[in-house]
């Protein structure tokens, strides 16, 4: 049960002049199905890798895994009136390919369908805009054994679930986003191995980021046939990448490390080529025999819109002599060596630097490739919190919101067609690797007893939605 009563209550609104965004503007909040589903054998569902990594001794913090996780498989209803008393405006969840299609080919499983088409349902009901994610990092675990993503198949089976998917729930879906983040699936799944499915080799990981670009896509493709009136993106997590120094060595770091962060992905989508200078860096990782004649255009099939995740700046600097010759398994192929460079600067509980002007940054730098619609997917940020007197009172969280907010907003003053943001978390949910140990939510989860709790954030954010902006400084 959720905490008795009341929406989450919003002081008297301050009627200073403060920041106004434009009308129509998408009030948003996202999860992921792994993260916050549970019910992970329930109604034919089958593992996915992260089922499988997560049951993997050493591979997640403390054990955990996303078994029951916050059990929104079984309180679908008690969740979405959460977010009416938000007065969310859209609602940007994952589909768990594994519950929809066990073993990731064949025939769809219509029990799992089933809950999606509640969940669309009780969203429209509530007047809250359905924003689905195709993949987020969840393959079934079959297709992993087939080979995964370094495997080109494996893109064609993602354009299938695509099509089972659409033609369930395409006539009251009206977003679509194919991938969250390849980048983390494919070089933190494939390449230094600590998200699933733990596999640590350059060369794959640099085939799977190809071949999550290939099946995005062919998904595109699969959406616009089965519901042409779609309107279809792809989510990148994006970072500004500064040199720690203004020396030709840091400055090539600093170059190598864009390329891989935001070039890899950012190029094929949106100009339907790698970047020359990336495909150079990593010639002594793989020799690209895997990108075929036509994979591009695939690759960069028109969208209607594009979705930025962001959270931190990297800084980098150049190695040091005396850096090991035989790396560690990395994220970064090609580059292990770059040295990433802390700069004192207050971090979230991730350890990851609070920047708010890298979202305008970042927004910029999108809007320079495209002129396409963007959304901010992602943004957010964990901290310890605590229940006291059944209150958490998460004042760095709303502090890093509202200074994000107020970087979207220079963006959109700058030209920038910034259309929406989604505050993530929702709620508290299993953190991949950190296990329940990280904590990202605006609602805060007691994992014991299931019960929800608004936390200050959460109610700041329902302020912000009834303005349609921020109060004055």
């Known amino acids: 049960m959720s905490n008795p009563a009341s929406p989450p209550a919003v002081d008297v609104l301050d009627e200073r002049p403060g920041l106004t965004f434009p009308p129509g503007f998408l009030w948003g909040a996202a999860t992921a199905a792994y993260q916050i589903e549970g019910a992970a054998a329930v109604d034919g569902r ?12 050493g591979r997640v913090v403390a054990g955990h895994t996303g078994d029951v996780a916050c ?17 969310l405006k859209s609602y940007r969840f994952s589909v768990s390919w594994s519950r929809v299609q066990p073993g990731g080919t064949g ?22 805009e359905p924003w689905l994610t195709l993949y987020h990092w969840d393959l079934p675990q079959p297709l992993e054994d087939a080979g995964g993503w370094p495997a080109r198949d494996t893109a064609a089976r993602f354009a299938d679930y695509t099509t089972l998917v659409a033609d369930a729930l395409g006539d009251r879906v009206r977003y679509w986003t194919t991938l969250n983040e390849p980048w983390c699936s494919a070089f933190l799944g494939y390449g230094s191995g600590v998200h699933a499915p733990g596999r640590a080799n350059g060369a794959d990981a640099v085939r799977a980021g190809h071949h999550l670009m290939l099946g995005h896509g062919l998904s595109v493709q699969a959406l ?40 890899f992905f950012l190029d094929p989508l949106l100009r339907g080529s790698y970047p020359a200078d990336l495909v150079a860096d990593l ?49 970064w192929p090609g580059s292990e060596d770059v040295r990433f460079v802390t700069r004192g600067v207050p971090v979230t509980d991730m350890g990851w630097e609070i920047d708010a002007p890298g979202l305008l940054e970042t927004l910029r730098r999108v809007h320079g490739y495209t002129d396409l619609p963007l959304y901010v997917t992602e943004n957010g940020s964990a901290f310890v919190d605590t229940v006291i007197d059944g209150e958490v009172d998460d004042v760095d969280r709303l502090a890093y919101f ?17 259309r929406g943001y989604f505050a993530w978390s929702l709620m508290d949910n299993f953190e991949w690797a950190w296990g329940y140990t990280k904590r990202f939510g605006m609602i805060h989860i007691d994992y014991d007893s299931q019960v929800r709790t608004p936390k200050s954030s959460a109610k700041w954010y329902a302020s912000v939605i009834r303005r349609n902006g921020l109060a004055a400084q």
């Open 46 to 57: 089958t593992p996915s890798i992260w089922d499988t990594f997560s049951h993997t001794e």
């Open 283 to 331: 010639r002594t990782v793989t020799d690209f025999d895997h990108v075929r004649d036509g994979d591009l255009a695939t690759i960069s099939t028109p969208l209607d819109l594009v979705g930025v995740n962001y959270y931190s700046r990297h800084v980098v600097a150049a190695p040091t002599d005396g850096d090991a010759a035989e790396p560690a398994p990395s994220c």
């Open 402 to 418: 509202e200074a994000h907010l107020r970087a979207a907003h220079e963006a959109i003053d700058a030209g920038v067609p910034l």
């Open 107 to 128: 025939a769809a499983n219509p029990r799992g369908l089933d809950f999606y088409r509640r969940l669309v349902d009780e969203l429209l009901a509530n007047g809250i």
């Open 224 to 263: 616009r046939a089965a519901r042409p009136t779609a309107e279809v993106g792809v989510t990148v997590n994006l970072y500004p990448v500064d040199p720690a120094s203004d020396s030709p060595a840091d400055s090539d770091a600093a170059r190598r490390i864009d390329g891989l962060a935001n070039r």
């Open 71 to 87: 059990d929104h498989y079984h309180r679908l209803g008690e969740d979405v009136a959460l977010m009416a008393e938000l007065g």
